[in-house]
């Protein structure tokens, strides 16, 4: 398979925004690239998009992804807790993405990454780009009311939704040339009415990330957004379904993206312009 990136740098970026149980359309998506042969050499995550973000710049392929989602539930990322700040403590997320990336920090992943968190004392973004990879993801997907905040280094942090649910232009800043931001929210209302709390805040929640997203887009140079307006924010059940929405999505952008990235390819291999010697009798 041949591979493409931007030769003796790093140019192109991903963008992955939140959506709680819509991530697995994440997946997808990087089957597309995949495929194609496109390579992420920037990625920044929400939420939902820090997990699969943090596993891809840790090296894992979409299968090896898929392999780990393939009976994830709410139970394996968080317990029940005495409803104080949150209903439920995320402590098995950390856990988990800890085991995953055997306890790495995140400025030793071989993929350059940012996770997005939001400081409730600040009211401010806070961009993970060093630390435990763990702690990063978790605090970005603390979802008010729902989980607890985590308590570091004085912030109270909770979703990264708040602030930047697409993380567009960390990408850029990190370095990147040409951003793919990958939209889990097209279709933010799923038709059905909230059956409890957990719905009540995960509905808001989502309404509240809308704006954030506007601004995301605005800042990328491709949008991909699955078809999701009947998949709900909760349901982990339909996983495949979220997966095939994704690829198809993914499938039907890459060509545009290759094209960029072969161009881009070919404006550095050209040799620069130099003066040379006047012309005889000029």
Same mark, same amino acid.
């Given at each position: 398979?041949?591979?493409?990136?931007?030769?003796?740098?790093?140019?192109?970026?991903?963008?992955?925004?939140? =959506?709680?149980?819509?991530?697995?359309?994440?997946?997808?998506?990087?089957? %597309?690239?995949?495929?194609?042969?496109?390579?992420?050499?920037?990625?920044? =995550?929400?939420?939902?998009?820090?997990?699969?973000?943090?596993?891809?710049?840790?090296?894992?392929?979409?299968?090896? *992804?898929?392999?780990?989602?393939?009976?994830?539930?709410?139970?394996?990322? !968080?317990?029940?807790?005495?409803?104080?700040?949150?209903?439920?403590?995320?402590?098995?997320?950390?856990?988990?993405?800890?085991?995953?990336?055997? =306890? !790495?920090?995140?400025?030793?992943?071989?993929?350059?990454?940012? !996770?997005?968190?939001?400081?409730?004392?600040?009211?401010?973004?806070?961009?993970?780009?060093?630390?435990?990879?763990?702690? %990063?993801?978790?605090?970005?997907?603390?979802?008010?009311?729902?989980?607890?905040?985590?308590?570091?280094?004085? *912030?109270?942090?909770?979703?990264?939704?708040?602030?930047?649910? &697409?993380?567009? +232009?960390?990408?850029?800043?990190?370095?990147?040339?040409?951003?793919?931001?990958?939209? &889990?929210?097209?279709?933010?209302?799923?038709?059905?009415?909230?059956?409890?709390?957990?719905?009540?805040?995960?509905?808001?929640?989502?309404?509240? &990330?809308?704006?954030?997203? *506007?601004?995301?887009?605005?800042?990328?140079?491709?949008?991909?957004?699955?078809?999701?307006?009947?998949?709900?924010?909760?349901? *982990?059940?339909?996983?495949?379904?979220?997966?095939?929405?994704? +690829?198809?999505?993914?499938?039907?952008?890459?060509?545009?993206?290759?094209?960029?990235?072969?161009?881009?390819?070919?404006?550095?291999?050209?040799?620069?312009?130099?003066?040379?010697?006047? %012309?005889?009798?000029?």
């Amino acid at each position: 398979m041949n591979v493409f990136r931007v030769p003796g740098t790093r140019r192109l970026g991903l963008a992955l925004s939140g =959506g709680a149980a819509r991530g697995f359309a994440h997946l997808g998506v990087l089957k %597309a690239f995949e495929d194609a042969g496109l390579v992420a050499e920037y990625v920044a =995550g929400t939420s939902a998009g820090s997990i699969v973000g943090a596993l891809y710049a840790a090296g894992y392929s979409c299968q090896e *992804m898929l392999d780990v989602a393939d009976d994830l539930n709410w139970g394996q990322l !968080a317990k029940p807790t005495v409803p104080t700040v949150g209903l439920f403590n995320p402590e098995r997320l950390e856990e988990l993405v800890e085991e995953l990336v055997s =306890g !790495a920090n995140i400025e030793d992943l071989p993929v350059p990454f940012c !996770a997005i968190a939001t400081d409730l004392v600040s009211a401010r973004e806070v961009r993970f780009t060093t630390g435990k990879v763990s702690k %990063a993801v978790r605090a970005s997907c603390s979802i008010p009311g729902v989980f607890v905040p985590l308590e570091y280094n004085g *912030m109270v942090l909770v979703d990264g939704g708040l602030t930047n649910n &697409l993380p567009s +232009e960390p990408v850029r800043e990190m370095g990147a040339s040409w951003v793919v931001a990958v939209d &889990l929210n097209a279709g933010l209302a799923d038709g059905k009415a909230p059956k409890n709390i957990v719905d009540v805040m995960m509905k808001s929640l989502m309404i509240t &990330l809308d704006r954030s997203n *506007m601004r995301g887009c605005s800042s990328a140079d491709t949008v991909i957004r699955p078809p999701l307006a009947d998949y709900s924010y909760q349901d *982990m059940s339909r996983r495949e379904e979220l997966f095939t929405l994704g +690829e198809q999505a993914g499938r039907w952008h890459c060509p545009a993206i290759l094209r960029h990235v072969r161009r881009r390819n070919r404006e550095l291999r050209r040799p620069e312009k130099r003066l040379g010697p006047p %012309a005889p009798g000029s």
